[in-house]
């Protein structure tokens, strides 16, 4: 059996696209105890992926020259040397970008389908929608009748955060870039309002006009200017909730970040975080996102991508905004 | 009776004078009900009186043209009008620049000379005191065996959180300029390492030589490229407590704070806070604060410059750094 590749052949100085990937063809080794060979089915592409192939990675270990791509996704086991999973298992693990991986099974989850579909498991229980559950819930605090404002609002983790504070029973504002994306936000995920950066000269002003009495959560999926124009907007007791900073990943000059004062509010709090931290409350969280999506509160746009070959594409895509919602590459049917 | 009066005269662009100021002479009006007049014995000297003169004041209602400077002071009541306060009581309140200030009695403490000295309730039993406490131990949640870091640790804030984090058997390490200040820090105070920020060119690889693995808490005096240095040395579970920015209220170009990714670790957590929002726990901190004194365990440098009419003065020294210990201004015997 042929395990189809694709390696990191480049580190891209700003937004990574084919030029920097190389694609390959291997032949699959034998199984060793406690491993799985997967077919994959759904790849997950995200910003971390970014700092992942970047020289100076941040809190993962990078990927190196001549790697697999690294990547969480779906896949059916093929075959198996370990207990616990049979033939025709879908699973989720860390496939990376390849048709045929060997996850060792330990690191690898059967999905539950009680829970959601398989499409629902690369969206709104996938490690995006984890990542805004967390997010918003415990970094942020968020409290009903309180004003959330989130970042990226139409993307993967964006469309989650957003839908979580409707959910929460607060006033929702979201910020994305076009009128497609501005009219899924107010129209179909029914939220409170809606700033289109790209038409907006003066965000901080936008945001103000938004949000008149200022802001109490502020999910951050962006960072730069936008995080600027974010923190001129806080009410007192402020969440500020650093999760991405997806334009600064492949900005070539760093922004520097000049509202850190008392502009906004007092007792203002901001905190980062990774979704890693929360691994022992995963069952919580889905349990919760699944009871969501049965009652039809929750949904995610996901964008597919089709064939594992243009992975590196989807990926630029990211970067430069062209994904309205989950972006996912389907491997295979 | 005469009010000698120092009123603002003009808003400072960058570092506040005499300049900015006039003095003059006024007969003391008589007192209403519930008003003292009170004889000013020492005022308090503070980066906030900045932002209290500039045209886009902050937290706080700014100091109108033509109005007495405002500040924090001791006195003796020489004329009472309310119950509760006699002739010859010292308080302490908003005295302002000026001799012979009119105070509201339920905005006048009466000092507790079985806490500490007077010199003391203008020092480790005062508002830069209660800051530094609440800063450290609240905001800050700094827990023992932890590493505090404290920039401009020989000024009036940053001394007694340096010493609040010793008492609380931490790793602490102060910033500060020039050799005088420093040896201050480590031979009178008895920190663990001290770092000379006008003689390092690289702050952040000082912090780290004095860190090498990390601080777990951050409490910012200082702002601007000092705390950029700080953020890239942060520990994982790291607080930030943003105290002030006293290198960013003089500043004629702002400062962009280019770390605010991941450098330093992860789950981290910026807060900034105000001491008035404490105020009903004063007693539990004063208490704590006096204990501390009299065991020997918390002391604090006065600086004092003698002389109402040098006040204007010593708000400039405060920004040019020239203090050692908490600045105030002495103005009757």
Same mark, same amino acid.
């Given at each position: 059996?042929?395990?189809?590749?694709?390696?990191?052949?480049?580190?891209?100085?700003?937004?990574?696209?084919?030029?920097?990937?190389?694609?390959?063809?291997?032949?699959?080794?034998?199984?060793?105890?406690?491993?799985?060979?997967?077919?994959?089915?759904?790849?997950?592409?995200?910003?971390?992926?970014?700092?992942?192939?970047?020289?100076?990675?941040?809190?993962?270990?990078?990927?190196?020259?001549?790697?697999?791509?690294?990547?969480?996704?779906?896949?059916?086991?093929?075959?198996?040397?370990?207990?616990?999973?049979?033939?025709?298992?879908?699973?989720?693990?860390?496939?990376?970008?390849?048709?045929?991986?060997?996850?060792?099974?330990?690191?690898? !989850?059967?999905? %539950?389908?009680?829970?959601?579909?398989?499409?629902?498991?690369?969206?709104?229980?996938?490690?995006?929608?984890?990542?805004?559950?967390?997010?918003?819930?415990?970094?942020?605090?968020?409290?009903?009748?309180?004003?959330?404002?989130?970042?990226?609002?139409?993307?993967?983790?964006?469309?989650?955060?957003?839908?979580?504070?409707?959910? %929460?029973?607060?006033?929702?504002?979201?910020?994305?870039?076009?009128?497609?994306?501005?009219?899924?936000?107010? !129209?179909?995920?029914?939220?409170?309002?809606?700033?289109?950066?790209?038409?907006?000269?003066?965000?901080?002003?936008?945001?103000?006009?938004?949000?008149?009495?200022?802001?109490?959560?502020?999910?951050?999926?962006?960072?730069?200017?936008?995080?600027?124009?974010?923190?001129?907007?806080?009410?007192?007791?402020?969440?500020?909730?650093?999760?991405?900073?997806?334009?600064?990943?492949?900005?070539?000059?760093?922004?520097?970040?000049?509202?850190?004062?008392?502009?906004?509010?007092?007792?203002?709090?901001?905190?980062?975080?990774?979704?890693?931290?929360?691994?022992?409350?995963?069952?919580?969280?889905?349990?919760?996102?699944?009871?969501?999506?049965?009652?039809?509160?929750? !949904?995610?746009?996901?964008?597919?991508?089709?064939?594992?070959?243009?992975?590196?594409?989807?990926?630029?895509?990211?970067?430069?905004?062209?994904?309205?919602?989950?972006?996912?590459?389907?491997?295979?049917?």
């Amino acid at each position: 059996m042929l395990n189809h590749r694709i390696t990191l052949k480049a580190r891209p100085s700003a937004i990574p696209g084919p030029e920097h990937f190389k694609q390959d063809v291997m032949p699959v080794r034998p199984l060793e105890a406690g491993e799985l060979l997967v077919e994959t089915m759904y790849i997950s592409i995200d910003p971390a992926m970014r700092s992942w192939i970047s020289s100076s990675s941040g809190y993962t270990r990078g990927v190196a020259i001549g790697d697999v791509m690294r990547a969480g996704g779906i896949g059916r086991v093929l075959r198996t040397q370990a207990e616990d999973f049979a033939t025709g298992d879908l699973v989720q693990g860390r496939t990376g970008w390849q048709s045929h991986p060997i996850l060792r099974a330990r690191e690898t !989850q059967k999905l %539950d389908l009680s829970l959601g579909s398989i499409e629902d498991w690369m969206g709104p229980l996938g490690t995006s929608a984890l990542t805004a559950y967390f997010g918003v819930r415990d970094v942020g605090g968020l409290k009903p009748g309180e004003t959330l404002v989130v970042s990226a609002a139409a993307g993967g983790v964006g469309q989650i955060a957003a839908q979580i504070g409707l959910i %929460d029973a607060c006033r929702v504002i979201g910020i994305a870039g076009g009128p497609e994306k501005c009219r899924f936000l107010t !129209q179909t995920l029914g939220l409170h309002g809606v700033i289109d950066y790209k038409a907006e000269p003066d965000l901080a002003a936008a945001i103000r006009r938004a949000c008149p009495d200022g802001m109490d959560v502020y999910f951050d999926n962006v960072g730069g200017p936008m995080l600027d124009a974010a923190l001129a907007n806080l009410r007192t007791d402020a969440r500020v909730v650093l999760c991405g900073r997806i334009s600064q990943t492949v900005a070539t000059e760093p922004y520097g970040i000049l509202n850190l004062g008392l502009q906004g509010g007092k007792r203002i709090t901001m905190r980062n975080f990774l979704v890693f931290d929360y691994h022992d409350r995963y069952t919580e969280a889905r349990a919760w996102l699944s009871a969501q999506i049965r009652g039809g509160r929750l !949904q995610q746009q996901l964008h597919v991508v089709d064939g594992l070959d243009n992975a590196p594409l989807a990926l630029g895509m990211l970067f430069r905004g062209e994904n309205t919602g989950k972006l996912i590459v389907r491997a295979a049917a």
